[in-house]
């Protein structure tokens, strides 16, 4: 009975972990203003365990992210930009992507919105 019983806690606890970090998993969009004007970017990420992979795209080209982590609502990711590593750190909050940008070409802020159909 005690195998059971913790047996069945382990197994409602890591499918808590997989169903929160799933909340990740998708396509995302946002725009961002630059010296240059408004800019949009897409991200569609892929959560498996506590890995985060995908690929950042735009107009302009696509980057995969790299060295991705998950746990829960919070991740973070690497990507190479004109030879130059930039890191995100993100968080899900209130079904938006909160993220924060560090790297060669500055810090900022911005939040991505999941992309309901196609575009």
Do not use: Q
């Amino acid at each position: 009975m005690k195998k059971i019983l913790i047996s069945t806690m382990l197994l409602f606890f890591c499918s808590t972990l997989v169903f929160a970090s799933s909340k990740v998993e998708g396509k995302w969009k946002t725009t961002i203003e630059t010296d240059n004007g408004p800019f949009t970017f897409y991200a569609e990420f892929t959560v498996k365990g506590d890995k985060i992979t995908g690929t950042l795209s735009s107009d302009m080209g696509s980057v995969e992210i790299e060295n991705g982590k998950i746990n829960g609502d919070e991740f973070e990711y690497t990507f190479e930009l004109d030879y130059n590593t930039m890191k995100h750190k993100g968080k899900l909050v209130d079904g938006k992507l909160k993220i924060k940008s560090g790297g060669d070409y500055g810090d900022f802020e911005f939040t991505m919105t999941r992309v309901e159909k196609e575009e």
